[in-house]
Structure formats: C-alpha cells, structure tokens
C-alpha cells in the first residue's frame, strides 16, 4: 500500500514526455548497439510489417514483432547496458520540455511506457527523476540470462499495473497523447486529464520554466543521428561508401605530406578545419593544453600547426598508434613516471599536446583536468578544439577502440574547429605561487568559456564507470577485459560544478 501523497502523476511516454509516437527507432539502436549491423539491417526489412500491422490497429502485434526481431537471443546485461550508456542521449534529445515541466511539479510521478521497461527506467529515473516506471516485460531465460524476444502475459494490462500500483487512491493527473496508443488507457483513473500540447504555467502546481532534466553528460555508441527507417537505410548504404572513404582518407594521410594535407585538407578528404588564433613558433618547448573531443585532436592540432607534434596518450589502441601521423608519447598512468617523460620530450624544446581530461566527452561539457601538466612547465597554450561529425562518432567507452580512427573517416564531412589561445601569463601558473590544481582549474574555466561550455567535476573513472561498468584502466590483454567486463552502476547522479 502507498503511503498517503499530496500531487500524483502518470504520463505516458511516447507522444507524451518524448514527442514522437513511435518507439521503432529506439530498437534499432538496441539492434545495432547490442547485436551488430546484421540485426540493424534485419529489423529495417521488418519495418513495413509492423507498420502495416500498425495501419490495421494491430498495434499490440506490431511491437511484438519489433521486440522479437530486435532482441530475441541478447543477454538481457546487454541490452540493460545500451539502455543505460546509449539510449539517454536520443531520449533527452526527443524529451517535451512543457510535458516534462507539467509531469516533474507534483510529488508522485509514474511512468508508463508500450517498451519494455528495462530500455526506459534509467533514463525515466535519472533524468526524468520519475519514481516509477510501468512497461513491457521480457521473458528471460532464467538458466543462461537471454532475451526469449516474448513479453509477458501474465501481469495484467498497463491500466491494471498502474491500478495496483496506486492501490485505493486515484492519482491526481493523467498525461497521454490524445491518439491513446496505450490499449485500456490508464486514463480514466486519473481525477484530471491532459493532452499535448501542454502549458507548464497553466497545468502544473510548480511552474518553473528554467527547470531541466538531469542533463545526459556520458553517453556512448557510434551513431550520431536516432536511427528512424528513413536514417537507418541511409547508415546502411552509406556504411559500404564510407568504408572506402575511409582507407582512402587514411592512405593519403599517411602518404602525403603534411604542409600538403594541411593546405588541400577539404579537397583531398573532404573534411574541413576552421583554425583561430595565432600559434607559437615551432619548437620551442610548449605544452598544449587541448580540450578532448575525439582521438583525432592531436593529428589535427598538429596539421592546424603544419608540424608533427608529439601527442601524450594512454588508452588508444595499437592500431589507432601505427596509423597516426605524428609520433605518440605512452602513459603509463605512474604519475611521476608521466611526469618525467613528457618533462623530458619539454626540456630539449620539443613541442606537446596534452588533454587533462583524460578521456574524450560528447555534450557540451568539459571534465576536470588533471593538474599534472601545470607541474612541469610554465609554457602552456590552451587550445580549444571542438568536433562535429554527421553519421558516427569516433570514441567509444564499451566498444572496440581500434575502430575509432575508421568511424570517423567513415563521416562524409567532419568539422574541427580549432581555436589556439594565447600562452598562459606567467603570473597565472605555478612559477607565481599558484597550486597546479588553481592552474589546471583556470585552463578548464578559460577553455569552457571559449567553447560555450560548462565545466563539471567528473573523470575519466565516472565516465567509465557510468558506460562500462570499469574504471577506465586499460588491460595489457585488452581481449581479456573486453570479455569480463562488469555490470553497470546502478545510479547516476549528475553534478555540475561551475567554477
């Protein structure tokens, strides 16, 4: 029984809290994040099906279709894992800000889904800082932990689940599009009705326009764009042409000269570079404080620079090393160890680019910077570098990291916009009795405020942890880490810490 609660809502998801209606797309990424691109290009061809049946208000036969294709015979680990670390991102992204204003000012707030629950609670509850969430449930096999691809029967329908859940009392608010794609609608239970579009002043006991949903900071998987039938069959035809754009791409940059790739980068590749700022002269000891966007930014800083430039790295893979066009400085993430190679590449006037962050970051945000590169030189020139690619994204916390360099290339018009800011003043580092931790805090400042970003607390382990279930420690047989890869966190709780 339920304890006695002032305000309650239940909203449905689709068409309600996310705009769109239909869920399809969201199990092609599931397909395609937790299967391959077999399953992807197999639930695209049952995509008609279900619309057809759909067409025929065979609506509850249509999702069983699309649940049997996209997830039978996964290791339901797996799908809760892409639920957790993908399927945020293209939710936020798809979120009704007036629906969601209305929903999140009463006390008690339910959410109800046709999608099997466990692709939606943790963005529900996270973000949508729902405390329940009511959907599908799949049938596992209980010996071995897979995805049978059948939901089950027998725990009554969505109203009786909602019904039970609020046991004699009635909640105060209903929220559902007014096409009513839930069968027996949990409406008539609730005191009042709503329908989009929705009016947060008008509607809800606590209007506050500047409220937002937790924002989604981590996220992983390669595709850029939700994958709706119409996106999906354009990844899959243009995966073949990108593929050869790709080698092509990468022989040339290995090929041709530097100052050449530099001056016919958008001709040759087909990418584009927009660099600002003034550079300093070429080897003369400076450490570039980058911010990290993708494993390319050190290649591209260094083309932006029309100079090799030898980049500090720790996780890429030995194939993203071979293939790079400038030399590479290993970490061994021994802190004075670190600290004596990259001190020793600076004090015979080599050049460095380094990023504090220590992993790579998507959204509009920068991690905290580690405070290491303050203590070895007072020669720090910022560097802010921002990426924007079309179809994939080139890093990844849960997959094969070797691919990274070939996703990226596979984009058919990547931008870098490289902006390089002046070198630190001499009274802002830490030959003027400033802590390495204040340095390392003003570079973050001075960069996010370059980029429009916002600086955040977290590192490379919390990220790690949030999508990979690890800390972000590379393995020396990375094979072995890939297949014992731990279960997720069981919260995020995301923080901002503007400096």
């Known amino acids: 029984m339920l304890q006695k609660f002032v305000t309650s809502v239940v909203s449905e998801l689709e068409g309600t809290l996310l705009r769109d209606v239909d869920p399809f797309s969201y199990f092609m990424l599931v397909a395609f994040e937790a299967s391959g691109l077999h399953r992807f290009a197999l639930l695209l061809l049952f995509w008609p099906v279900a619309w057809f049946l759909q067409a025929l208000e065979m609506r509850d036969l249509a999702l069983d279709v699309i ?8 290791r339901v680990s797996e799908v809760e894992t892409v639920a957790r670390a993908v399927l945020p991102k293209f939710y936020m992204d798809d979120v009704d800000m007036e629906a969601w204003r209305m929903f999140s000012g009463y006390e008690k707030k339910v959410v109800v889904t046709r999608m099997p629950r466990i692709m939606v609670e943790t963005f529900a509850k996270e973000h949508l800082m729902a405390d329940e969430v009511i959907g599908a449930e799949l049938v596992v096999n209980g010996s071995f932990g897979y ?3 059948f939901v089950r029967r027998d725990l009554g329908s969505l109203a009786q689940r909602v019904s039970n859940f609020f046991g004699d009392q009635r909640p105060l608010l209903g929220m559902a599009n007014s096409n009513a794609t839930l069968p027996h609608s949990f409406l008539p239970l609730c005191k009042e009705v709503h329908h989009p579009p929705f009016s947060a002043t008008v509607n809800s006991p606590d209007p506050d326009h500047r409220r937002r949903p937790r924002p989604v900071i981590f996220h992983d998987g390669r595709l850029v764009h939700r994958p709706t039938p119409t996106a999906g069959l354009t990844v899959l035809l243009w995966i073949p042409v990108g593929l050869i754009l790709a080698v092509i791409r990468i022989v040339l940059g290995l090929t041709l000269p530097m100052h050449v790739m530099t001056s016919y980068m958008a001709a040759i590749s087909g990418g584009r570079m927009i660099v600002k700022g003034k550079p300093p002269p070429p080897n003369s000891g400076v450490l570039f404080v980058c911010t990290h966007r993708t494993l390319m930014d050190p290649v591209v800083l260094s083309y932006a620079l029309n100079r090799r430039i030898a980049a500090v790295t720790y996780s890429i893979s030995r194939l993203s090393e071979i293939l790079s066009p400038i030399p590479t400085i290993r970490l061994t993430r021994n802190r004075h160890i ?18 504090p962050e220590g992993t790579t970051c998507r959204e509009p945000f920068l991690l905290r910077f580690s405070a290491l590169f303050a203590e070895l030189t007072d020669r720090i020139v910022p560097v802010a570098m921002n990426c924007k690619v079309g179809l994939f994204h080139a890093t990844t916390a849960r997959g094969w990291k070797a691919l990274d360099p070939i996703f990226f290339f596979m984009n058919p018009r990547p931008l870098y916009e490289v902006t390089i800011l002046s070198q630190l003043p001499v009274e802002a580092t830490c030959s003027a009795g400033r802590s390495p931790h204040d340095v ?12 429009g970003f916002e600086c955040t607390n977290f590192t490379r382990k919390d990220k790690y942890r949030i999508l990979a279930g690890n800390d972000g420690t590379v393995s020396p047989r990375p094979w072995v880490d890939h297949m014992s890869r731990g279960s997720m966190i069981s919260t995020f709780k995301s923080f901002l810490d503007h400096h």
């Open 338 to 355: 670190d600290g004596e190679r990259i001190k020793k590449h600076l004090e015979r006037g080599d050049d460095v680019i380094l990023c």
């Open 147 to 149: 995805v049978t691809g």
């Open 440 to 451: 390392a805090n003003y570079v973050q400042r001075t960069l996010a405020v370059t980029l």
């Open 67 to 74: 649940i049997f294709v996209a997830l039978t015979g996964l």
